[in-house]
């Protein structure tokens, strides 16, 4: 191949549009997927952007959210009925703008700290490293509650 002829560079954002039919179209493979597809994407950690087909709107946060709607509802929830409510008193709370950044925050904390467990290396030590994360997590929490006289 000549250099006049190289190829366009891949798009580093998987361009995921929605149409009004609700069906999600994946530009990167030209075929449609579903949402399970959408959250295999995320878990092998692939770059992507869902995107209005019609308008352009980015509709990302609301197809995530949908994904995570779907697994609350199936299965283990993650989320219990207190942190769910704990999560609602932020909306409209002086302190909301900083809520979103310490989620985030601790959540790439633990993703960080898990990093070193994969399978077959941690052993009983990697529970309890885990365990330690995990407790470790609670007192903050517990904590940024308790600061701004949120229940628990």
Sequence with gaps: MSSKQAKPAKN?????????NRRLYDTDTSSYITLTEIKQLVMESEPLQVVDAKTGDDLTRSILLQIILEEEANGSPMFTAPVLSNIIRFYG???QSLMGGYLEKNMQMLMEMQAPLVPGTGGLGGANLLQQMQEQMQKQTAQFFDTFGLKR
């Design 12 to 20: 580093p954002v998987r361009i995921i549009k929605k149409y009004p």
């Design 93 to 95: 709370h002086a302190m």
